[in-house]
């Protein structure tokens, strides 16, 4: 089987825009932004959903979420995971969604 498109963004063998990266996640912006911003936060172990997280890594997701909303001066943000068959790509990816209009809002 052929790697996710995450694990290729990862290794740097396709293109993404990327925000941030720390030991454990990439954040990169979304090619197909559902709010004014909208960045995937990424593990950068294959990990297939949430229900395979840490509880530390799963705190380190909000702390980057965080310092996402001081850095853009959000208004507000909504943090979006879909896991198991509701998931696009079998990759652990949060949405980050900040200043989320009633047009653009998931």
Same mark, same amino acid.
């Given at each position: 089987?052929?790697?996710?498109?995450?694990?290729?963004i *990862?290794?740097? %063998?396709?293109k993404? +825009? $990327?925000?941030?990266?720390?030991?454990?996640?990439?954040?990169? #912006?979304?090619?197909?932004?559902?709010?004014?911003?909208?960045?995937?936060?990424?593990?950068?172990?294959?990990?297939?959903?949430?229900?395979? *997280?840490?509880? %530390?890594?799963?705190? +380190? $997701?909000?702390?980057?979420?965080?310092?996402?909303?001081r850095? #853009?001066?959000?208004?507000g943000f909504?943090?979006?995971?879909?896991?198991g068959?509701?998931?696009?790509?079998?990759?652990?990816?949060?949405?980050?969604?900040?200043?989320?209009?009633? +047009?653009?809002?998931l």
């Amino acid at each position: 089987m052929d790697e996710c498109v995450f694990c290729r963004i *990862i290794k740097g %063998e396709e293109k993404a +825009e $990327v925000i941030r990266k720390t030991g454990n996640f990439i954040v990169i #912006k979304d090619i197909n932004p559902q709010a004014a911003i909208h960045f995937l936060i990424v593990p950068t172990t294959h990990i297939k959903d949430v229900s395979g *997280i840490t509880d %530390e890594l799963w705190k +380190e $997701v909000k702390d980057i979420a965080i310092l996402l909303a001081r850095e #853009k001066s959000a208004k507000g943000f909504k943090l979006i995971h879909n896991a198991g068959d509701a998931a696009s790509i079998p990759h652990m990816q949060v949405h980050f969604l900040a200043d989320v209009t009633s +047009e653009r809002a998931l």
